[in-house]
């Protein structure tokens, strides 16, 4: 008797269901236009920037693009909720996926410029050049301290040392930060910072690093965006370390900091 009620009971809601269907317009199907763009095909293009102004579906020569700055890689999209796409985030900067940084592009200023006659045949092209968008503020997630997932760049990597708190660099002078200790990936000591390197507005943009070495031979300098490390400094004061999240045989693989 107890089965035969419950079974009665799932027929009744499952008829109830079909009956409040029956009332519905029938859903339509989406059909993909000819110049629609997959977001799959979409991260990971290329983005150009070009100080001359050109307008959405311009048509270029072949070879164009040879102008123009290859400035990086399409990392992420960030949507609203309306399903408007309403910024790219770039990888700019960097080699080899080191020293990348990521910045947020309003969709709007990104053009589609024609490469060919095919829907698929097109560039990122943005009205700017290399250096703007390289000095550009950097993308944060809003939830997380690190760059966008999917991005090659460094990223902060989330430390935490019984003694040590995790210090910004408004608490710290170019004296505390300099000579500064470096750790990697697996917490070994990996090299020293050697020096800052400063925004226009004297803000630190970058801190260059010794890597490797002994005794002062065999290091290699190397320059590592501030977002990308994690600076902690012990209750005293008198100890501050810096870590990022790599090894040392990749730190010395990048190009080594020349001074300008």
């Known amino acids: 008797m107890k089965k035969f009620l419950a079974t009665t009971a799932l027929t009744l809601v499952l008829l109830g269901g079909n009956a409040f269907a029956a009332n519905m317009a029938p859903m339509t199907m989406y059909e993909q236009q000819p110049t629609d ?21 311009t048509a270029v020569q072949p070879g164009a693009e040879k102008e123009w700055d290859d400035i990086g890689e399409v990392n992420e999209v960030i949507l609203s909720r309306d399903g408007q796409v309403k910024a790219v985030v770039l990888g700019v900067g960097g080699f080899l996926g080191m020293g990348e940084k990521n910045v947020a592009i309003p ?11 095919d829907a698929d045949e097109y560039f990122l092209v943005v009205n700017s050049n290399k250096q703007m968008l390289t000095d550009a503020p950097a993308y944060v997630a809003p939830t997380t301290t690190a760059a966008p997932a999917g991005g090659m760049g460094l990223v902060r990597p989330d430390v935490k040392r019984d003694g040590y708190r995790a210090t910004e660099m408004t608490d710290l002078t170019s004296e505390n930060l300099t000579g500064a200790k470096v750790y990697g990936a697996k917490d070994e000591n ?8 400063l925004n226009a507005d004297g803000s630190v943009n970058q801190l260059v690093m010794d890597i490797g070495g002994f005794l002062g031979m065999g290091e290699r300098h190397i320059a590592v965006p501030l977002e990308s490390v994690n600076i902690m ?28």
């Open 37 to 57: 763009i997959m977001a799959s095909q979409f991260i990971g293009m290329r983005l150009y920037a070009t100080e001359k102004e050109m307008a959405a579906d």
């Open 107 to 117: 969709m709007k200023d990104i053009k589609f410029i024609k490469d060919g006659e």
């Open 190 to 197: 990996i090299g020293e910072v050697d020096k800052l390197v």
């Open 233 to 260: 400094r012990n209750e005293k004061g008198d100890d501050v370390r810096v870590y990022v999240d790599s090894t040392e045989a990749t730190l010395k693989a990048q190009p080594e900091y020349k001074d300008n």
